[in-house]
């Protein structure tokens, strides 16, 4: 690199010209590069789906699910397979490991193994339907509410937003929710079928007679062939009232509409039907496509809402619910200027510490290090989001740090009386491999994130990627433009200045007397670090803090077996509190409940439950996250009071990935009862806990089922057949769908329905009449009525059939603190289940266990890598151990620095704890570097280490006072998530400079004692 800085210095303006031209390129490549709020991390996960219609939990567990798991299983890229069985059912989730990457391929041989599978499934049963687009991410999301208008209107101002939506150069996927099917009902009355001697079975076949769409054939026409189409199918609603009806037994006929009363509805029960703010409503989703831009697509969306609102009848509204680029628009700009606000602080810092043409010269290795870097981001195909943005903020100490490093040693030469260029090329040659050293092994620390091999470490990867591209950038300009600009703008007093020396008396007495106590300092140090230790079990182990964003997100679980009917007046009452909390500029801005399903999956951290009528799913829009709490603790408070069979879970979004209960526990045998007993006993004993509440398990209460038995002999003696019990039966309850008619682009089912469908109970059933040829005949006297318990759903994980408790947390209590209470007594009474039976953790224990442990798995090689340059870099062994002992040592102020700040110690820590440790080897590195030289002199190790330290202190101290001051803004509006780290490395940062400056200078003369001799201390 002598050789690079020599052709620099020879080049100067042709070096400026490029440096230019370098920030030109980054500043337009800042401005397309993709920008997004989280990083994305890939879902490896499919659904099988599988109708069974009418089957019991039971039956589709034994008949579909069993025979799927089994052949899904044979895949080796399996980590687990979770399964529900439920009425008519069955869904299974497969879940890959972590590991693999590209998922195209093994959804491919997931669907073959189905397919293949599907052949040995019963009649009746569908064609499994294998879902692999469940990661699909729909950032943006769009209600369309109206009172005054129905679901038609609402539908069709919906389809026509997606076509022109589907036309912006983002868009990639569209979908509708909320949707509820138009209905042409036939509602008959018992009475006036028996009056006419009709059954519904006998409408049903005259009007499939009637709506029928055959062919004609075609004519020959002279040189032409004519098609003939004949008339006959319905065309719109009159035409189905004015069907004429032939009358059994007889030759006349009446009006349909004489007999049925023909209403234009919907379906009944309503279908996973969406509200806005207490408003029926629908809700657009709009995912991104890969790679596209979504600042542009949320400015694009923006424009063409705008436009077609200007076309909408009054009363017709169209409001953002989930707004992902404005989000992420925000979010990039506050960490942008948190990282401006930095690069001004640093600035100021060097100004004042080191005058104006110092201060610029490191200045400007801050920006152009991070455009480089930003070059670099767009082509790997890594875009600014909150942890590549934080990157940037992490690298900007240790970055400053090679520029402090480089021109204060230029400037310590000239002030000696060297030139300039002479200078430069003298300490470029002089620093180059420390300070790539000290980078690379940054580098290396970050490095097991990287490799990680999970989801964590997709979400993480780029803190290495974005470190490691702006060290090397910030090492090539300070061999560089540093060097450069030192001999454009520095001018000195070549006299030495030994006053400066002077002044540090009390420097070099208090490193005389530790290092003549050397031993004594060592052992109090460890104990010191020791006792600090202690210290982190005063500190909560969060692995993620929940998002500060301005929506949060809340379930209702009504018991097992309730009606969405019934759901809807709960979420309807719900709807009316919340309007309560709304205000101009504070509360609830607004609000998207979805029943019977979770929606889309508006972030990528989100999972949506399976479809479910005793569910509802709310996206809770607000003004300020700072009130997030205090709204969530009312809403939770009102519905446990008026709702108490409800159970309500308001939560914050999460970062990173997403876990249903904080607490979980997975009880997993062979046999549904013994589990459920088992699950019974520990959902007991967590409700001992404190800090645990909202404590269930996903197979909910048993519901009821009703079994009509079918007594051969009644039919037999009454005519009657099977197929009219069951149509009499599926009219009355939910309508037994005829034929269907076209009303333009739109196919409306005709349904026939019996009057009683709405108040239809057990009384009613058991005198439901079952219509015969000649008269009509009430049920029971036909069959037996049987009201039976049943388990709502059957959840298998890997085949056993397993229940999963879960618990929410009480105010500040965590997780770990939850686990902690209960494993105990886990552990002793899992010694009493039978063989076959066992428990699992799961929730955010798990999830942060599996992160930890594939990074952990990769620390050995980052080690090897940081030993083996600090090897390279001083051939030995004792110097390596000198600089790597600082780390640890550095973590007493890590721990008392979290205590102090009330923080908390989880993964942000950690990262923390790797930029500490970055800069700590930084300082060590290039300290030991000077002790070499000041050897090479001639001095002794004493006097070495003394004149080094000295030597180092400004540039150290400089380091720490602008990494310090540059990290105050993440500190100061950073969030939870951010400000762990900042506390963490300000903490460490400041301590471990006592450590470089004085603990590796007596550690050095323990390890070096060949020329160390007791030392006199200076007289002033």
Same mark, same amino acid.
């Given at each position: ?74 895949? =080796? ?386 803190? *290495? ?157 607000? *003004? ?323 004149? =080094? ?11 720490? =006072? ?59």
């Amino acid at each position: 690199m002598k050789g690079l800085t020599q052709l620099v210095l020879k080049n100067a303006k042709v070096t400026l010209f490029f440096m230019l031209c370098i920030a030109f390129l980054g500043y337009k490549a800042f401005e397309t590069i993709p920008r997004a709020y989280d990083p994305g991390f890939t879902i490896r996960a499919a659904q099988v789906i599988t109708q069974f219609p009418g089957a019991s939990p039971q039956r589709v567990e034994e008949l579909v699910t069993d025979h799927l798991e089994k052949a899904i299983l044979q895949m =080796a890229e399996i980590d687990f397979v979770k399964s529900q069985s439920k009425n008519g059912v069955s869904i299974i989730t497969v879940n890959v490991k972590e590991s693999y990457q590209v998922m195209r391929p093994i959804w491919d041989s997931l669907r073959r193994k189905v397919e293949s599978a599907a052949t040995t499934l019963p009649d009746g049963v569908s064609q499994p339907i294998v879902n692999d687009e469940f990661g699909d991410v729909f950032g943006t999301v769009i209600a369309i509410s109206g009172n005054d208008f129905s679901y038609r209107d609402l539908k069709q101002t919906a389809e026509d937003i997606r076509s022109g939506l589907l036309l912006l150069e983002d868009v990639a996927k569209i979908d509708i929710f909320g949707i509820q099917e138009e209905q042409i009902k036939l509602v008959y009355d018992n009475q006036t079928l028996t009056k006419y001697g009709l059954t519904p079975n006998y409408i049903a076949n005259s009007l499939s007679e009637h709506n029928i769409v055959i062919s004609g054939g075609s004519i020959k026409f002279g040189n032409e062939r004519i098609t003939l189409e004949p008339t006959g199918n319905f065309n719109n609603i009159e035409e189905i009232t004015n069907t004429q009806i032939i009358l059994p037994q007889s030759n006349q006929s009446i009006r349909l509409g004489d007999i049925v009363k023909v209403v234009n509805s919907y379906q009944t029960p309503a279908d996973k039907p969406v509200s806005f703010s207490g408003d029926p409503a629908l809700s657009v989703a709009i995912a991104m496509k890969e790679g596209g831009n979504n600042i542009r697509l949320g400015e694009d969306v923006d424009a063409y809402i705008a436009q077609f609102e200007q076309g909408l009848p009054l009363g017709l509204t169209i409001t953002k619910v989930n707004d992902s680029p404005a989000e992420v628009k925000q979010k990039v700009e506050d960490f942008t200027s948190s990282l401006v606000q930095a690069i001004v602080v640093v600035a100021i810092v060097m100004f004042a510490f080191l005058g104006w043409r110092t201060g610029i010269i490191v200045s400007a290795l801050i920006p152009m290090s991070m455009l480089i870097t930003i070059i670099f981001m767009i082509e790997i195909g890594v875009g600014l989001d909150q942890i590549s943005l934080a990157a940037l903020i992490i690298a900007l100490g240790m970055l400053v740090d090679n520029g402090i490093v480089m021109s204060e040693s230029i400037l310590k030469r000239l002030e000696n009386g060297m030139d300039k260029v002479e200078a430069a090329i003298i300490t470029a040659n002089e620093l180059k491999l420390p300070l790539l050293t000290s980078s690379l092994t940054t580098s290396a620390a970050f490095l097991p994130i990287f490799l990680a091999k999970s989801t964590m470490g997709e979400y993480t990867g780029s803190l *290495f990627t974005v470190v490691t591209i702006t060290l090397l950038a910030s090492w090539v300009l300070s061999l560089t433009l540093i060097p450069l600009l030192c001999v454009l703008l520095l001018k000195v007093n070549k006299q030495p200045k030994a006053k400066k020396i002077n002044k540090l008396v009390w420097f070099d007495n208090l490193l005389t007397a530790l290092i003549n106590k050397k031993w004594l300092f060592i052992g109090a140090t460890f104990v010191v670090l020791i006792g600090s230790f202690q210290g982190m079990k005063l500190l909560p182990s969060i692995f993620f803090p929940p998002a500060e964003r301005n929506f949060f997100k809340m379930e209702v679980i009504m018991p097992t077996g309730t009606s969405i009917e019934y759901n809807q007046e709960v979420v309807a009452d719900i709807e009316r509190y919340l309007d309560t909390l709304k205000a101009d500029d504070t509360g609830i801005k607004n609000w998207v409940a979805y029943l019977g399903s979770g929606g889309p999956r508006y972030i990528l951290p989100h999972s949506p439950r399976t479809s479910s009528p005793e569910y509802s799913f709310w996206v809770i829009n607000t *003004f300020d996250y700072h009130e997030n709490p205090e709204l969530m603790a009312k809403i939770e408070n009102y519905i446990n009071n008026n709702h108490p069979d409800a159970v309500a879970t308001p939560r914050l979004i999460e970062n990173g990935k997403s876990v249903l209960n904080p607490v979980e526990i997975r009880i997993s045998g062979l046999d549904s009862e013994k589990t459920l007993a088992i699950s019974k006993d520990i959902k007991q004993q967590m409700a001992q806990i404190n800090g645990l509440k909202n404590i269930t398990d996903n197979w909910g209460e048993k519901i009821k089922k009703i079994n009509i038995v079918i007594d051969e002999q009644k039919l037999n003696r009454a005519g009657l057949s099977h197929q009219d019990i069951a149509l009499s039966i599926q009219s009355a309850s939910v309508g037994k769908k005829l034929t269907s008619y076209r009303d333009g682009v739109l196919s409306i089912p005709v349904v026939l329905s019996s009057k009683e469908q709405t108040q239809l109970d057990i009384g009613k059933l058991k005198a439901l009449p079952i219509y015969g040829a000649s008269k009509t005949i009430p049920l029971e006297q036909l069959a037996t009525i049987d009201v039976q318990w049943q388990n709502a759903n059957i959840y298998h994980r890997n085949r056993f059939k397993t229940v999963t408790v879960g618990a929410q947390l009480e105010g500040e209590y965590t997780a770990v603190e939850g686990v902690a209470a209960l494993t105990p007594w886990l552990d002793e009474q899992s010694k009493s289940w039978p063989n076959g039976y066992f428990y699992e953790i799961g929730g955010e224990i798990e999830s942060s266990q599996k992160s930890t442990a594939t990074i952990a798995v990769n620390f050995p090689l980052a080690g090897f890598i940081v030993l083996a340059l600090l090897l390279a870099q001083f051939n030995s062994f004792r110097k390596p151990v000198i600089i790597l002992s600082t780390i640890p040592v550095a973590f007493i102020g890590v721990i008392w620095g979290l205590v102090i700040g009330n923080s908390f110690f989880g993964f942000m820590t950690f990262l923390g704890v790797i930029s500490l440790a970055g800069i700590v080897i930084n300082n060590a590195i290039v300290l030991l570097e000077q002790v070499q030289i000041e050897q090479d002199k001639g001095s002794d190790t004493v006097d070495a280490v003394i004149e =080094a330290a000295k030597q180092r202190m400004r540039p150290i101290l400089l380091t720490t =006072a602008t990494t310090v001051l540059g990290l105050m803004p993440l500190l100061i509006s950073g969030g939870s998530m951010w400000q762990t780290m900042a506390i963490a490395i300000i903490a460490g940062l400041i301590f471990s400079t006592l450590l470089t400056l004085i603990f590796i200078p007596v550690l050095y003369c323990a390890l070096f004692p060949n020329n160390s001799k007791p030392t006199e201390l200076i007289k002033p």
